[in-house]
């Protein structure tokens, strides 16, 4: 069958689907991942064929203009703490419209979905999987009649929250209701000569690569997949220095790939970050570009910096892992079994870094909370008490116990053959 992959122009976004798609490959399948031009060399550099559709989005002009006001509305915990319920309705309406004026609609520009839509309507495929911000390619799949599917590698929050506010709202009549996600997806799938359906924010199924424990159970059908990582489109090299065990424990500090690449703000200070762990009797390897390096008045000398290394060539040599809450990193981490201190400020992260806690795999330290002091006994915590790497290794047992996307694939298989099926009888 014929598969077309589908994600935003962001390295940290489009990773989450290079594993399906080469499963899907290796399967006999063919396969075309479609983005924005600007991520055309990261999905070619991941060895597969690549589809620029449209202009890039201009995510971070939006984000320099009213960044600051879309995401103050989201530092509410209870919002990131995963209890949309105890938020008034006007709370959660307003959350809607900001996230569909400012992110949703702005990463799928009209132009990326004309051209997605243009080009499903060329190469017809039968199923198209789209990574959970990407609603271009529910729009596309509609459009010709394929099946599709969301390929979540990070948990399911928003859709938790936009559930709740339509549950919310069911009581109330029509004209009430209020709901800019769904109106802007109707208007786009109006264009296209098409009616919307709530599939188109849902997927008519999901892949989730979160493990059992983390997943966030919506009642929506699910296909769980074992995450397996791919760190981007910088190469993977073992320098020789990893090749030796180390000598004394090795913590890996890194803050990811969003905050390097975009204007996404970063709610962390990374000079109180290096003098937490600045006399510890550690080795710690900080994966750090030049822009971060700027804001660093002095390296500790137990510090070895380096710009990219693969997380999960490092991740097997450490003994904890500093980072700053991201779906990849975390989920990284948690297949390797290594102990995580995460400091995650906003949206999922804060989930992903509480249910860590729960289970006794790391610790979770709000960034608005870092200071030299509470990172360094935190870090030394899951050092020293044994049972964080218990934690670790039970976290590193549920990732594996999820099947393989190779072993994924038969159901996909089965699963794009049903709702085609559907299609054509019109059920």
Known sequence: MRVLLTAFAQDSHLNGIVPMAWALRTAGHEVRVASQPAAVESITRAGLTAVPVGDDHRLDDVIRSVGEGMLAHHLDRDYLEMRPEALSLDYLRASNAILTATFYSQINNATMVDGLVDYARFWR?????????????????????????????FPDLFSHVHLTLRRRQAALTEQLRDDPLEEWLACTLDHYGRAFDPDVVTGQWSIDQMPRGVRLELGLPTVPMRYIPHNGPAPAVVPEWLREPPTRPRVCLTLGLTVRDTEFPNAIDLGELLDSIADLDAEVVATLGARELEQ??????????????????????????????????????????????ALGWMWDAIYRARRLEEIGAGLHLHSEDLTVQTLRDKLLRVLQESSFRSGARRLRRAVLAAPSPNEVVPAVERLTARHRAAHATGR
């Not at 390619?137 to 010709?144: D, F, H, L, P, S």
């Open 296 to 341: 660093v008045p002095k390296v500790p000398d137990n510090t070895r910096v380096v710009e990219h290394l693969a997380l999960h060539a490092l991740l097997p040599s450490c003994s904890a892992i500093v980072h700053h809450g991201g779906a990849g990193t975390w989920a990284t981490a948690a297949a390797q079994g290594v102990p995580q201190v």
């Open 125 to 153: 495929p039968d199923l198209v999987l789209w990574e959970p911000f990407t609603f271009a390619g529910a729009v596309a799949a509609k459009a010709v009649g394929a099946a599709h599917a969301r390929l979540l590698s």
